[in-house]
C-alpha cells in the first residue's frame, strides 16, 4: 500500500510497477537550432531588376541516457483457494528482479546539421503588350548526419518567359546541376527544357464564341531532366570510388578457436564512368472553361523516354558477373524505360435558385511503361523476357488444373526418371499442376510467364463532388484503381501453418471452396496441406494472382455554418461543425482472401487502411 513494487511472478518486471528509484532511468535530451535569413534589394539603376539572397541554417542534437538496473520486488502474503488474493499489507520479504541480467549504463546522441544557400536574380518588365521575365537562381546546401561524409550539391538554374498580350506565351528553364555521386569530369549535367502556349480564346475570330467559351488554351512542353540517386542504401554512395572496408573476420586460437579478428574486405566495384541518369518529357495538353467557368476542362497526353537509368546488375534476371568473380558488377548507365499515357479532369460547378450549389469534379490518369532495355540474361523464350514488357510484370507458374486422382499423381512423379514433372517434391491427388509452357517435360523457371497487370496502378481516378443549401454542406470522395494485380504470398495464402509457424495464416473463404474426393470437379483451391508446402503454395504461382482494382468512398463529410446575424457580436467570421468519416465503403474483388487493395506487400503485412470518424467545429475571427 506504500507504493512499493511487488513481485508479480512472471510479469514482475513490466514497467508500469517500476519508478526511477526503483530501476533507473531513460532520459532524453533534443536540442534544435533553425536559422532563416532573407535579404531582398530592388536595383534602382535597372529597372524590373531584383536581387535576392537566402541562407538557411539547422542543427539538432538528439542526446540518450539508460540507466538499467535491477529492482527490488516484494512478496506478499496470497490467500484463496487458489492464491489469487493478494495482501499487499502484509510483506513476507524482498526479492531482486531476474531482468537485467547485469546493471548498465548507455549513451548515445545523433547530430544533423547542414545550411541552404540561395542567390537570385529577378527581372519583370512590361513593354506595351509584351511582357517579359528571366530569373538566374544559384544554389548549394550541405548536410552531415552523425559521422558520414557530408552531402553536398550545388547548381545554376535559369529561366525566361514571353508573353505576347496574354495571348501567345514562351518559356525557356536550363538548368546546370551538380552531384556528388558521380566522378569530377561526370558530376555535372545540363538540362534545357520549354514550353508555349497559345491562348485561342483571345484571338478575333474567337469573339463570336464569347457568350459560352471563358477561356481556349493549347500548351506543348519538352524537356531533359535529370537524376542522381542511386540507391536508397547509404553505402552506395560514391560509386565511382574502389575502396576498402570491413570484410568477414576470421577466428584464431585453441581450442576450436576463440578469438575473432576482423578482417578488410574489397566494397562494391566502382564505376568512374557513372553520371546522371536522364529522360526526355513531352507534354501536350488544352485547357478550356464554358458558362461562366461552370464547366471546366483539362486534358494532357504525355510520354516520357528514360534512358541511361542507374542500374545495378545484381540478381539473376541481370547480366551480371559471374559468381566466380565474388563481387557483383558496378552500378551502370544501362536501361532504358519509355512512358506515356493521358490526364484529364473534367469540373462542373452549378446553381439552383439562390441558396442551392453543386459540384463534380471526376479526374481520370492512364500511364504504361514499357523496358526497351535492361541487361536482361538471355531467355529462349518471349514469355520469360522482361524487356519488352512493363515494370515490375508477375512472372508466375500459370495453373492448368489439380492432380485429379492417385493414377495422375504416380504418372507426374515418374516424370524424369523419377524425379517428378515439377520441382517441389511429390504430387498427391489435389495438388496444382502448372502448365509446360516450353513443352520440355518439367516445369522450371523457363514456364513462368507474365501475367495479370504490374502492382502499380496503369489507371488512376477519382470523383470528388459536393452539395450545399444555405448553411449546410454535404461532400462526398471517392477513388479508385484499376489495371493493378496483387500477387500473395506466405501468411496471406496459408491455411494451416506449421506448429512453429503458428502465428502467420489462416483460415479464409478462399479455402473453403479446397479440393477434396467429393468437390474435385468444381474446386478452386488444391487441397489443404500443413505448413509451407511450396508446391501449392508456391509464391509465384497465378493462384494467389488476384485483380486488386477497387472503389473506395474515401471520405464523406457533413458541415453547417451558423448564420452571420448570430455569431457577429462575438466577433467571428464564421462558424462551422462538421462531421467527417474516412474509408467508409470498399467495393472490389478482394474478399475471398481478406486484404486490403492497396495492401504493399503481397504477404499482407502491412497495417490496413483504417476507418476514421472526426467530429469538429472550424472558427475563423
Keep these: 500500500d506504500d507504493g512499493r513494487p511487488v513481485d508479480w511472478g512472471w510479469i514482475g518486471n513490466i514497467g508500469e510497477f517500476s519508478n526511477e528509484e526503483n530501476s533507473g532511468y531513460d532520459k532524453d535530451e533534443d536540442q534544435v537550432t533553425e536559422t532563416l535569413i532573407r535579404l531582398e534589394y530592388d536595383v534602382p539603376f535597372i529597372k524590373g531588376l531584383k536581387a535576392k539572397g537566402q541562407f538557411a541554417y539547422n542543427y539538432s542534437n538528439a542526446y540518450n541516457k539508460t540507466f538499467n538496473k535491477k529492482q527490488t520486488l516484494y512478496q506478499v502474503e496470497k490467500e484463496g483457494s487458489h492464491g489469487h488474493i493478494w495482501r499487499t499489507d502484509k510483506v513476507l520479504g524482498a526479492v531482486q528482479s531476474s531482468e537485467p541480467g547485469k546493471e548498465y549504463i548507455y549513451q548515445s546522441s545523433a547530430r544533423n546539421k547542414g545550411y541552404q544557400l540561395n542567390l537570385q536574380l529577378d527581372y519583370a518588365r512590361t513593354f506595351g503588350k509584351h511582357d517579359v521575365t528571366g530569373m538566374v537562381l544559384f544554389n548549394r546546401s550541405h548536410r552531415t548526419i552523425d559521422n558520414r561524409v557530408a552531402y553536398r550539391y550545388q547548381g545554376l538554374t535559369a529561366r525566361a518567359t514571353y508573353a505576347y498580350a496574354n495571348k501567345y506565351l514562351a518559356e525557356f528553364n536550363v538548368g546546370y546541376n551538380g552531384s556528388e555521386n558521380f566522378a569530377p569530369g561526370k558530376r555535372y549535367g545540363t538540362f534545357p527544357a520549354g514550353s508555349v502556349g497559345w491562348v485561342i480564346s483571345r484571338e478575333n475570330f474567337m469573339k463570336r464564341t464569347e457568350k459560352w467559351l471563358d477561356m481556349l488554351k493549347i500548351r506543348a512542353s519538352y524537356g531533359l531532366v535529370g537524376s542522381d540517386k542511386i540507391s536508397d542504401y547509404d553505402g552506395d554512395r560514391f560509386a565511382y570510388l574502389q575502396f576498402y572496408g570491413e570484410g568477414s573476420g576470421y577466428d584464431f ?196 510467364r507474365a501475367m495479370g497487370n504490374p502492382r502499380t496502378p496503369e489507371i488512376q481516378f477519382g470523383i470528388p463532388l459536393g452539395i450545399q443549401y444555405k448553411g449546410i454542406d454535404v461532400s462526398f470522395l471517392f477513388q479508385g484503381a484499376a489495371n493493378t494485380s496483387l500477387l500473395l504470398n506466405g501468411p496471406a495464402t496459408w491455411d494451416f501453418p506449421a506448429y512453429e509457424q503458428d502465428q502467420i495464416g489462416k483460415v479464409k473463404p478462399m479455402h473453403l471452396n479446397r479440393w477434396t474426393e467429393e468437390t474435385k470437379d468444381a474446386a478452386t483451391y488444391p487441397r489443404l496441406t500443413i505448413g509451407a508446402y511450396e508446391n501449392n503454395k508456391n509464391e509465384s504461382s497465378s493462384l494467389y494472382l488476384y485483380n486488386a482494382s477497387y472503389l473506395r468512398l474515401k471520405n464523406v463529410e457533413v458541415g453547417y455554418s451558423l448564420p452571420k446575424n448570430w455569431i457577429r457580436f462575438a466577433g467571428f467570421q464564421n462558424v462551422r461543425f462538421y462531421a467527417q468519416g474516412m474509408n467508409l465503403l470498399t467495393f472490389d474483388g478482394l474478399n475471398d482472401v481478406d486484404v486490403d487493395p492497396e495492401t504493399k506487400k503481397g504477404n499482407g503485412a502491412w497495417y490496413p487502411i483504417q476507418r476514421i470518424f472526426n467530429f469538429g467545429v472550424d472558427i475563423t475571427y
Design 253 to 448: 586460437g585453441e581450442n576450436e578457436f576463440n578469438q575473432w579478428t576482423s578482417g578488410v574486405g574489397e566494397g562494391n566495384f566502382a564505376n568512374p564512368n557513372l553520371t546522371w541518369e536522364k529522360a526526355r518529357k513531352l507534354n501536350v495538353g488544352i485547357d478550356a472553361s464554358f458558362f461562366g467557368e461552370r464547366l471546366t476542362i483539362s486534358a494532357d497526353y504525355f510520354h516520357e523516354h528514360r534512358y541511361d537509368i542507374i542500374t545495378h546488375l545484381s540478381g539473376s534476371d541481370k547480366l551480371g558477373f559471374p559468381q566466380i568473380v565474388g563481387k557483383d558488377a558496378p552500378f551502370l548507365n544501362s536501361g532504358v524505360v519509355d512512358n506515356r499515357g493521358i490526364d484529364f479532369e473534367v469540373g462542373w460547378n452549378g446553381r439552383i435558385g439562390k441558396d442551392f450549389r453543386y459540384y463534380i469534379k471526376p479526374n481520370f490518369t492512364f500511364a504504361r511503361n514499357k523496358i526497351r532495355f535492361m541487361n536482361e540474361v538471355v531467355y529462349e523464350n518471349e514469355w520469360r523476357r522482361n524487356t519488352g514488357k512493363r515494370i515490375e510484370e508477375h512472372f508466375v507458374y500459370e495453373v492448368d488444373h489439380f492432380v485429379y486422382d492417385q493414377a495422375e499423381a504416380d504418372r507426374l512423379n515418374a516424370m524424369n526418371g523419377n524425379n517428378g514433372f515439377q520441382q517441389w517434391g511429390k504430387l498427391y491427388p489435389g495438388d496444382v499442376v502448372y502448365k509446360d509452357l516450353n513443352e520440355d517435360g518439367v516445369i522450371n523457371d523457363d514456364d513462368r
